[in-house]
């Protein structure tokens, strides 16, 4: 008997390679899924709002859902280096006062307050239109995600702080960025069989790398292969597989500071 679920995910090169093999039933399993696409602070109010049976979720917003969601143990966005990038206009010296975000829910925004508390004013904007946001001077700086971090430097644009850098040094662990969430209400079977599938389809993804390459640029920001490795690389690896003891323990403590 199928399994009918609906899954919301991110358009992002780490999702859409992790949940290839599924999508595209590259592997054999009985669930049907209605399959949605959204950014990143979409996804989360959709979970805040219950919506959707599965998401990705910014870890921040967890607290918010715990009640109604469970986190997965596979298809995590977590590691070291990953961080997001506060940038600004190449040249400006002036106070940062008004910044760009991707999201008051995200991560990002989670972090850009708790390292730049000075911070008066935040912008929340589509992630895609951030970069360019802030080098028209919409904004005194702005929080990158995604691609946007691998490309900033083609622009006007230069780093203030890798938010990564200042988690990790504080904390010496790796930095939560994004979980996938099942519903409560999901019979427990059936949660264990989803999880255990989307663990196979991110080792078949590393197994098989070409075979998701043009599902990736179907959905993908920037098309550049360089790009789209770069990405993957970075934000899918063993902790999306499985968080195991110290991807928890770092989930921990991000949330102990959301609560």
Same mark, same amino acid.
């Given at each position: 008997?199928? +399994? +009918? /679920?609906?899954?919301?995910?991110? #358009? ?11 999508i595209n039933h590259r592997l054999d399993h ?6 949605? @696409? ?17 998401? +990705?979720?910014?870890?921040?917003? @967890? ?8 986190? /997965? ?12 990038? /506060?940038?600004?206009? +190449?040249?400006?010296?002036?106070? &940062?006062?008004?910044?760009?975000? #991707? ?14 508390? =000075? ?10 239109? &951030?970069? =360019? ?6 904004? %005194? ?65 590393? %197994? ?11 959905h993908a920001q920037e098309l550049e292969d ?12 063993? @902790?999306?597989?499985? /968080? ?12 102990e500071t959301e609560n």
């Amino acid at each position: 008997m199928m +399994k +009918k /679920l609906s899954l919301h995910i991110s #358009p992002c090169p780490n999702d859409t390679f992790a949940f290839d093999a599924i999508i595209n039933h590259r592997l054999d399993h009985n669930f049907d899924l209605e399959v949605e @696409y959204k950014d990143i602070e979409e996804l989360n109010l959709g979970v805040l709002a219950g919506l959707p049976d599965i998401s +990705k979720i910014s870890y921040s917003v @967890y607290p918010k859902i715990a009640d109604r969601y469970l986190l /997965l143990d596979s298809g995590s966005a977590l590691g070291r280096g990953n961080g997001q990038l /506060l940038v600004r206009r +190449k040249g400006e010296r002036g106070a &940062i006062k008004r910044v760009a975000s #991707p999201g008051l829910h995200t991560t990002a925004n989670a972090l850009l307050m708790r390292y730049f508390p =000075q911070v008066e004013s935040v912008v929340p904007m589509l992630f895609s239109e &951030i970069a =360019q946001a802030v080098e028209q001077g919409v904004t %005194d700086a702005g929080v990158l995600i995604h691609e946007g971090r691998f490309v900033y430097q083609r622009r006007n644009l230069e780093l203030v702080a890798d938010l990564g850098k200042l988690w990790e040094a504080q904390t010496s662990l790796p930095l939560p960025l994004g979980a996938i969430v099942i519903k409560r209400e999901v019979a427990e079977q059936v949660r264990a069989d989803f999880e255990a599938l989307l663990a196979n389809s991110v080792r078949f993804a590393f %197994d098989n790398p070409t075979l998701s390459r043009e599902f990736i640029k179907q959905h993908a920001q920037e098309l550049e292969d360089e790009v789209i490795n770069q990405h993957i690389a970075l934000f899918v690896n063993n @902790y999306t597989v499985s /968080l195991g003891e110290e991807g928890r323990k770092a989930v921990e403590k991000l949330l102990e500071t959301e609560n």
